[in-house]
């Protein structure tokens, strides 16, 4: 699929019709049915905008600064009058009432939305099998997963149906699809992007961001959707889009030591040592430093997201929010078989878990522990980044592994999130860049974090070492 900006002049020079564009995205939507990507598609109201577009075009009249592009939005997105569910059963058939500050700030720039993607329940998964509409499959190789929890959308880039689809990222549920799907995903810095109508898992490591075949279209949406302040959003942080300074000395710290067999497959390994001498081939100073907090970072991302996720999740009780149960005879049945019978095994374990770590007794030994590896991690980043301009790591240790069914074990998959729970931890931007393919001739990932609200820096340097 072209960028937005190449389809926008193909339109401007009469090649093309913006419904034709929608069109081609429709027949591609139901050309991947089978991977299960899409649990809602707006044709008609895609196809209505489109006109609409095509008028403003013949009439000469401008458009919003994203020219048209057609965008995917995660099911845990809101949008006014349309059902957003968070692939939850507890919240099957919710409408929401209001439009999400990101999706609005899209729509208000001549975005044409075109549907609503799988992910995993509450965003809590890495393989978009725990949801609630089943699994969605990875368009590139049916048998495997396409990542999580922002896999629908990964796919629906990664199958041509869209030029920019949006996701949320916690612990890494943008960049890992990326890298298992082959495109660009981008977790901007924490507080870019307003988290108002982000169905929350985890608020203070929450991140809306985009996927994209191409650079500029992340640019492009991530720069839209961080336009205007959001008084909606007391996190948000309203900051001009930083432009780089010329890509001459740029330095890069490598943690090449998580390329080993200790932590990543072979190929994993290979693509990225080679990708570093590739940055240094084209001019990058790189140097080697160590990340001795890792074997800490995912006790304290699993410890910090459950405690945030079991207090956030609290308001699906049947009576405020979500299903209630038809069973209960009394108030206290109405809470707890209203959560039993809507939430996800998944989704239950880590309210448990979430509980657990916040309960007097073990608040001490759990919850603020992992705040101080928090504070040190985040105080580690913020001094490399003082004489670096990005840090460099693996994505994901993998390729796409095997899909896994909704009663799978979510632990046996927490691992795998070691590389990109840390950008969460410390609310550093961090994008994901397609990395050549592995020995299974599946996409592996490269990760680059930078300096807060330098996201357009790692793009430049996305940008310059190209995919392998
Ligand atoms: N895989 C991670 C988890 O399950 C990441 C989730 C996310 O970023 N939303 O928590």
Redesign the pocket.
Known sequence: MKSIEATWQDVQQGLLTFTQVVNSCLTRIEESEHCNIYIEVYREEALAKAKKLDEKVSNGEALGSMLGGIVALKDNLCYTSHTVTAASAILKDFVSPYTATAVQHLLDEDAIIIGRVNC?EF????ATGFSVYGATLNPLDTSRAPG??SGGSAAAVAAKTCHVALG??????IR?PASFCGTYGLKPTYGRISRHGLIA?ASSFDQIGPFSHSIEDISRATQVMSSKPCAYDSTSIHRAWNTTKPNTNLRIASFSHLASAEYCNEDVQKNYHDTIEKMKACGMTVETKEFTLIDYMLSAYYIL?TAEASSNLSRFDGMRYGHRSDKAENLEEVYTLSRSEGFGKEVKNRIMLGTFVLSSGHYDAYYEKAMRARHKVRSFFDAILEDFDAIALPTSPTTAFAQITKDAD?VE??NA?IFTVVA?LTGHPALSIPNGPGNDNLPTGFQLVGRMFEEQQLLDIAKEIKPL
Do not use: P
């Open positions: 995993d965003a809590m998964g890495s999580g929890s949320s990222d916690t612990g890494g549920s890992q898992f997201t979510g998959q927490y999130d969460n």
